[in-house]
């Protein structure tokens, strides 16, 4: 996955969201696990974000209330409350009695369906580790071009991770913009606040 591209600092990122996706289960490599990767990390960019609020916590709990999200798909829940169901309620009786990462484990069997057949990496763009190959997921791609567009309009060609979180913050693909809105930030602000903070370091 663009090895070559990145400093040692954006590989170590791009290791991190990696062992984000296994931690949690996922079966692909998303903008969402490189934002917890970032937001986690003792770099400017990372201490910027956590700042303004996307600390890891918030990140992953996201994370994790879109996967729900997506489990209990269209679910119209007015409709379910007008005949006296409530999610919330459903929700937490099943983490009571399964516990906390219940659904979330469900979604993923669910979404996991049959065993896929193995995928060409030179076909599918993802990464390898350790053996496993993650796809990346919708997203990825625009924001590793978004990254690569913000090392070339600097004096290197490498990718740092002030790009790869300026890149994250330009995606208008993936679930990255999804969370921000749910946490109330301003990715132009995010931006504006990674940007000073190099500019004072350097």
């Keep these: 996955m663009m090895a ?25 490599l998303g903008s969402e696990h490189f934002l917890l990767a970032l937001v986690s990390a003792d ?3 990372g201490a910027a974000l956590r700042e303004h609020g996307l600390t890891p916590e918030r990140v992953e709990e996201e994370i994790v209330r879109l996967a729900v999200a997506s489990l209990f798909g269209g679910i119209d829940r007015d409709a379910l409350a007008a005949i006296g169901i409530e999610v919330d309620a459903v929700r937490a009786t099943i983490e009571a009695s399964f516990g906390p990462e219940a659904l979330v484990q ?11 057949p193995r995928l ?9 580790r350790d053996g496993v190959f993650l796809p990346h997921a919708p997203g990825v791609e625009q924001s590793l071009d978004n990254a690569r567009r913000e090392a070339q309009a600097g004096p290197g060609t490498q990718i740092g991770v002030e790009h790869l979180a300026l890149g994250l913050l330009a995606a208008s693909e993936g679930p990255v913009p999804r969370i921000l809105a749910a946490l109330g930030l301003s990715a ?3 931006r504006a606040a990674i940007l000073d903070r190099y500019r004072q370091a350097s």
């Design 43 to 45: 770099q400017p960019a």
């Design 4 to 28: 070559g591209y990145l400093t040692p600092d954006g590989r170590a990122i791009a290791i991190r969201a990696y062992e984000h996706a296994v931690r949690l289960g996922h079966r692909y």
């Design 120 to 128: 060409n990496p030179r076909r599918v763009s993802g990464a390898w």
């Design 188 to 190: 132009p602000a995010l």
């Design 106 to 116: 469900a979604g993923q069997d669910v979404r996991r369906g049959p065993r896929l």
